[in-house]
């Protein structure tokens, strides 16, 4: 059989390792392409002609689904399957409205990503109804539970997600972990430096400092990411602009606070 052309666009380094290693030693696939830069990618899929795309929808420079409108305005547009950390229903009938023939949700389990490759790939356009069909079954499994009864960790995980903030680096775990904190023990913000940094330092094996640092760091990368306007949307209000960053203390206090009036 011949190989199925698979183009990967997604900004997680961890995405695209495990694309490495499991497209191109498979004899069912051909990875032709994989980076994360949005506003690059349509003149790739142009000109690489994959059969499949998977596609993020948070992206640096052009967000996914700015490519995914693109993606589907060629002539011969490639099937394309939304792979995202974002599970509210608004995200999936979106992503399905703009063409997404799928949608999967990260962390993907590698053979429930293979059923839907060879699935897309063998179908035909849905019609209007068949289309609001499957938009309607991926929302029963996608659409957000109420608050009250959402797993914390995904609901700070899909904060750091819409605002920009990467999963591979190091502040990603110690931020998550500062705001768990602060809502269980709110009074932790106001000794950041004596008990929060040193708490995580202590379970991460590290030092307060290099906690403080890559804290820091997370919080600049959503901020050069240019992710302000979704982070004033996460919060529902003009909180901050491009030229003023919170400090660390600041931004846990403000998610925390957040999870605390929704309901933990």
Known sequence: MEKIKIAIIDDSQQMKDIAEEHFKNSDKYDLVYADGNGAAAFAEIESLKPDVVLLDLVLPNKDGFAVLAEIQALENAPKVIITSALTGDNFVHKAMQLGACDYVVKPCDLKVLDERILSAYSLNKSTESNLQSKIDKLLENYTQKPVKNRNLEERISNIFITVGIPAHIKGYQFLREAIKM???????????????????????????????????????????????????????????????????????ALVADKMIIEGC
């Open 182 to 252: 602060a809502i269980n023990e709110p009074e932790i913000v106001n000794s950041i430096t004596k008990k929060l940094y040193p708490s995580i330092a202590e379970k991460y094996s590290t030092s307060p400092s290099k906690v403080e640092r890559a804290i820091r760091h997370a919080i600049e990368v959503a901020w050069n990411r240019g992710k302000i306007e979704n982070i004033n949307n996460v919060f529902g209000l003009q909180v901050y602009n491009s030229n003023e960053k919170p400090t660390n203390g600041e931004f846990i």
